[in-house]
């Protein structure tokens, strides 16, 4: 299971933290993405990192500003987001996949987080 958190409500420029908390099962043996699903349109990737933590990736909107990273003692992945837009809302869902192939496509994924609203408005 895994519980995402962190969201909130911020003006244009903020930033917020999201963590992904993984139970049941330990991160160290997962790959991490996390999507992002706007009112009206469809979930896409936003970010991803795999088992070592050495490598991430991220779409081209964020880069710069998005940092995914992970903690497996704490069994967490995190996704720090820096001069967030408003383009940047909606519900930010963090998800877990064993093989790390593919991993901008939802269905690389195996365990999917329950999703945490991000608000980003003046």
Excluded: H
Excluded at 81 to 98: F, H, I, P, Q, R
Aim: some cysteine; aromatic content about 12%; hydrophobic content about 30%.
């Amino acid at each position: 299971q895994l519980q995402a958190s962190g969201g909130g409500s911020v003006q244009p420029g903020g930033s917020l933290t999201l963590s992904c908390k993984a139970s049941g099962f330990t991160l160290e043996n997962v790959a991490i993405g996390w999507f992002r699903q706007a009112s009206g349109k469809e979930r896409e990737w936003v970010s991803f990192i795999e088992r070592s933590g050495r490598s991430t990736s991220y779409r081209d909107s964020v880069k710069g500003r998005f940092t995914a990273r992970r903690d497996d003692k704490e069994n967490t992945a995190y996704l720090q987001m820096n001069t967030l837009k408003v383009e940047d809302t909606g519900v930010y869902y963090c998800a877990a996949s064993k093989s790390g192939y593919l991993y901008s496509l939802r269905a690389t994924y195996d365990y999917w987080g329950q999703g945490t609203l991000v608000t980003v408005s003046s």
